[in-house]
C-alpha cells in the first residue's frame, strides 16, 4: 500500500519550526513561524485569558459536545467584533456564523462549501500570499491563480496591476484578500484603494474572501475591520476567516470563525446547513476551552478593555522592533535603505533578502525566516536584536 509514497517536503513555515528545535546552537532566533513572542522571547499568557481561564476552570463546568457550528455565545461575539454591534447582518440573521479550527480552519471549511456549490471557479490569491492559501484551496479542489500585488522595486503594492487583474477575473472567481497586515509582504491597502478594490470585485462579480488573522495588529479593531464592512455595504456574498491565535496569543487552542454574508435570513441558514455537513464530515463539532476564554473576554467589558490594551502593547512592540530593526541594521553597516522595514505593517516584513540570503542566516547564523525572505518582526527582542541585525548585514555584504 505505502510502497508508492513519496516523501512530502516539509511545510515552508512550519517546518521551519522543526528545523529550529532540532537546531542545537544556542543562539538561534526562530523568525520563520508567525507567533508574537515578548521583550523576553516567550510567547505571552495575555492577562486577559488568564483571567477568563481560572474563571472557567473554578466552574468547573462539564464539557458535553458543543453543537456543530461551535458555542453561540462564542460566534454571536466575534460577529459583533468582526461587523461591528448592533450591525445590520446581525440584525437581519442573513450572516451564517460558525467556530472553526482556527483561521485555517476557517478557509477550509469554507473551501470545501465553496468547492461543493461552484467547483469550476478559480481562486485568486494576491502574489505573493500566505503558502498555506494556494495549498489549502487546491487540496480543496479547486484551480488556484494569483493576482498582482508586491511590487519590489517600489517595496509597496502594484496597485494598478492587482485592480488589472481583478478586473480581467471571470465572474465567479473567488478573491482572497488580506484586509491588515499582509501576510507575507507587510504592504497594506490604503481606505481609498479598498474602496477601488470593493467597487471592482463587486463590479466582475467576483467573490470575496477575507482573511482576518490579525485584527487589531495595524490600526485598531475597527479600522482594521474596515475593508470587510465595506464589502458588507457594498451587497453581495462575502466569506470572512478570522484567527484569534495572534491576537489573543491563542496558538494551541486552534480558535477562530467563519463569517458567510448572504442576501438574507433563509439564505443564510441554508448555507449554514451545508456548512455543517462540512464540519461533521470533518471533526464533528469543535472544542470548547478557547471559545469559552475568547467569549468570557469579550462578553465582560471589564477583560474586554484589558484585552484591547493588552493588544494595542503588542501592537506598539511590533512597531518598536521594526524601528529598532531598521536602526540596527544601518548601527551594523547596511548601506542600502531599508526604512521600507518600519512601513510596513503587522508581524511580518518581506525583507527583500534572496533564498540564499535567508539560507546563509540559517545555516551560518542559526536565524530562521521563509526562503521567500518573511521574517517575523514580532519575534524580535532586545536581546537578539543585535545579531539578527549584524547576520543580515553580513549576509547582504555578500
Ligand atoms: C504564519 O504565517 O507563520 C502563521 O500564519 C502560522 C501558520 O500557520 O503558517
Known amino acids: 500500500l505505502f510502497s508508492q509514497v513519496t516523501a512530502a517536503p516539509p511545510d515552508p513555515i512550519l517546518g521551519l519550526t522543526e528545523a529550529f528545535v532540532a537546531d542545537q546552537r544556542p543562539g538561534k532566533v526562530n523568525l520563520g513561524v508567525g507567533v508574537y513572542q515578548d521583550e523576553s522571547g516567550k510567547v505571552p499568557v495575555l492577562e486577559c485569558v488568564r483571567e477568563a481561564s481560572d474563571r472557567i476552570n473554578a466552574e468547573g463546568a462539564p464539557r458535553p459536545y458543543l453543537p456543530i457550528p461551535g458555542l453561540a455565545t462564542y460566534y454571536n461575539l466575534v460577529r459583533d467584533l468582526i461587523f461591528g454591534s448592533g450591525s445590520e447582518v446581525a440584525e437581519t440573521g442573513r450572516v ?58 517600489a517595496h509597496g503594492i502594484d496597485f494598478a496591476g492587482m485592480l488589472e487583474d481583478l478586473g480581467a477575473a471571470a465572474p465567479g472567481t473567488i478573491v482572497v484578500l488580506h484586509p491588515c497586515c499582509h501576510n507575507p509582504t507587510g504592504y497594506d491597502l490604503n481606505d481609498e484603494q479598498w474602496v477601488e478594490v470593493v467597487k471592482v470585485v463587486r463590479e466582475r462579480g467576483l467573490v470575496p474572501f477575507v482573511d482576518m488573522a490579525y485584527q487589531g495588529f495595524s490600526r485598531s479593531l475597527a479600522d482594521d475591520a474596515a475593508p470587510v464592512r465595506r464589502f458588507v455595504e457594498s451587497g453581495g456574498p462575502l466569506f470572512v476567516s478570522v484567527s484569534f491565535s495572534k491576537t489573543f496569543s491563542l496558538y494551541g487552542e486552534r480558535i477562530g470563525a467563519l463569517a ?43 477583560l474586554r478593555a484589558l484585552w484591547e490594551a493588552e493588544l494595542g502593547a503588542m501592537r506598539d512592540r511590533i ?18 535603505d531599508m526604512e521600507f522595514i518600519a512601513r510596513q505593517v503587522g508581524m511580518f516584513s518581506y525583507s527583500g533578502l534572496t533564498k540564499e540570503q535567508m539560507l546563509r542566516l540559517r545555516s551560518e547564523f542559526g536565524i530562521y525566516g521563509t526562503d521567500k525572505g518573511r521574517i517575523c518582526v514580532a519575534a524580535l527582542n532586545p536581546r537578539n536584536l543585535d545579531p539578527v541585525s549584524a547576520a543580515i548585514a553580513e549576509v547582504l555584504r555578500g
Not at 548601527?331 to 542600502?336: F, L, P, R
Open 319 to 336: 512597531k518598536a522592533m521594526r524601528r529598532a530593526l531598521v536602526d540596527g541594521l544601518v548601527a551594523a553597516g547596511v548601506e542600502q
Open 96 to 153: 451564517a456564523m460558525l467556530q472553526t479550527l482556527s483561521g485555517t480552519g476557517a478557509l477550509k471549511v469554507g473551501a470545501d462549501f465553496l468547492s461543493q456549490v461552484s467547483p469550476d471557479a478559480t481562486v485568486l490569491v494576491s502574489d505573493p500570499s500566505w503558502e498555506n492559501h494556494q495549498a489549502l484551496f487546491t487540496r480543496a479542489g479547486l484551480k488556484v491563480g494569483t493576482y498582482r500585488y508586491y511590487d519590489e522595486s
Open 260 to 302: 458567510v454574508v448572504c442576501d438574507d435570513a433563509d439564505q443564510a441558514a441554508r448555507v449554514l446547513s451545508q456548512l455543517k455537513i462540512v464540519i461533521r464530515t470533518n471533526y464533528s463539532n469543535p472544542p470548547t476551552f478557547g471559545a469559552k476564554v475568547v467569549s468570557t473576554v469579550l462578553g465582560d467589558p471589564e
